[in-house]
């Protein structure tokens, strides 16, 4: 099986420059430095690569926007927050191998005409931090990052900034106020960062992954690397796996790869042969999705066509045993806690709903709230500054919707509909969470 970003982990000290640059990190560089800048974002256009944060935006398109004639500094600033519950794929390419997002950092900011790459790591990723810390001190040492990026005409520094563990500031205008020193609040786009971002000047936010797929790109060309994915989803992505199966883990799979295939064949199945029940496959802000409704290939147009997202491709996996209305409270409670209370619709409803989900689990539901929370989730969707709001509401309206009976049996009952205990699963590290 073909693997591109995680094809060195598992390699002793793969981490290390030795090691790194002995398995080709930082070999495409020369080749990248020889092309010229818009000749490199012409072939990240070609090769379908999307923003793998989360948004799915094409990489090279949101290169291009950089504005040709401004005299300001042009940044790029990569975004290592990761704190979409369900997704934990970034650490792993900064703890095993931070060389090849340096290299993938390199030749971005070539392609930008940057000089100055900012990456955000959240607070919480100590090693995650002092591996790349650590490569880039190696990096510098050796004279590939500095004055003259491997012996050529080019300057580049990179500069490592710890977040504070604030769910909000991986939202990429947050991120950059934080960046500047300020509360991680929100701005109104436009303008996009492209335009005004890091101190209003030009910038490009990437996520880690996105940037550590840039040196395949230049490696096999940008038609080759589109071929690898699915229509207009080039490439392979990682997938992080967890919940109930009996492996979970991180895959890097085609794009477009089917959802069914993911979780039964690489993923191993359901755990103790239990049945399916429902998968959230693209990190916590991604609707639901059946036990039905996985056949679905894992690529952004193909889950947006079905109502859902592939987001940061966070796969939690359900079986029958979970309650959907309490691993929901699970959720609202994260984004009740992580609005940053910037929009009143967001700090309001996010907590107005968890409190209502709540005390259907309290045994104190009322018939009508499982509208009530609908309603107040579509007043959320669509009306804050920033996609949290979004994030907050899609699962509501999700959750509920398809599994209305659920809620309204444990409203009548005042009790879960099975008496089965409720078990823990694990949706990423920071949310290890009982549902
Ligand atoms: C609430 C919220 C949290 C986000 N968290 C992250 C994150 O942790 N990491 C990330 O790369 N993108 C995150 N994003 C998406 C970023 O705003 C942005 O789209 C992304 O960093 C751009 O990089 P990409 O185009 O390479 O995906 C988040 C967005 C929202 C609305």
């Known amino acids: 099986m073909l693997k591109l970003v995680t094809k060195n982990i598992g390699i002793e000290n793969s981490h290390t420059l030795a090691v790194a640059k002995a ?58 927050d990761e704190g979409e519950p369900g997704t934990v794929k970034d650490k792993y390419i900064m703890i095993h191998d931070p060389h090849l997002l340096i290299e993938g950092i390199i030749i971005t900011c070539f392609a930008i005409r940057s000089h100055k790459a900012f990456i955000y790591i959240r607070g919480e990723y100590d090693l995650p931090i002092e591996r790349v810390e650590g490569a880039i001190a190696e990096a510098k040492a050796a004279g590939i990052l500095g004055e003259r990026v491997m012996g050529r005409d080019f300057a580049l520094d990179i500069v490592v900034h710890r977040g504070a563990g604030a769910y909000i500031c991986g939202e990429e205008t947050s991120l950059l106020e934080s960046l500047e020193g300020k509360r991680g609040w ?17 910038t490009v936010v990437n996520n880690i992954e996105t940037l550590s797929y840039v040196p395949f790109v230049i490696e096999m060309g940008g038609q080759a690397f589109a071929d690898l994915g699915s229509e207009r989803n080039g490439g392979l992505r990682i997938y992080s796996v967890s919940g109930r199966v009996n492996k979970p883990g991180v895959y890097e799979l085609p794009m477009g790869t089917p959802l069914r295939q993911i979780i039964y064949d690489h993923a191993g199945g359901i755990a103790g042969g239990r049945q399916l029940k429902a998968v959230i496959p693209g990190g916590s802000s991604a609707p639901i999705l059946t036990a039905a409704e996985i056949d679905v290939p894992m690529d952004f147009d193909s889950l947006a066509k079905i109502g859902s997202m592939l987001g940061s ?61 609908i309603r107040i989730a579509r007043n959320v969707l669509g009306n804050t500054i920033c996609p949290l709001g979004d994030a907050a509401a899609l699962p509501v309206i999700s959750w509920v919707t398809k599994f209305r009976p659920e809620f309204e049996e444990w409203i009548k009952r005042g009790r879960p509909v099975s008496q089965a205990p409720i078990p823990v699963t694990h949706i990423g590290e920071r949310t290890a969470v009982a549902v």
């Open 23 to 80: 398995n080709g990190v930082y070999s495409r560089v020369e080749k990248a430095l020889a092309m010229a800048p818009e000749a490199i974002v012409e072939d990240v256009i070609k090769s379908n690569l999307r923003g793998l944060g989360g948004a799915g935006f094409p990489a090279g398109r949101k290169w291009s926007f950089l504005p040709k004639d401004s005299p300001k500094p042009r940044y790029l600033v990569v975004n290592g």
């Open 186 to 202: 929100p701005r109104l786009k436009p303008p996009f960062p492209a335009v005004e971002g890091y101190q209003r000047c030009p």
């Open 313 to 373: 491709a966070g796969i939690v996996v359900f079986d029958e045993t979970v309650s959907i209305p309490a691993a929901l409270l699970v959720l609202a409670r994260f984004y009740a806690h992580e609005s940053c209370g910037q929009c009143t619709p967001c700090r309001e409803g996010t907590a107005w709903m968890t409190k209502i989900i709540q005390r259907i689990l309290d045994g104190d539901g009322r018939m009508g709230d499982a509208d009530n929370l």
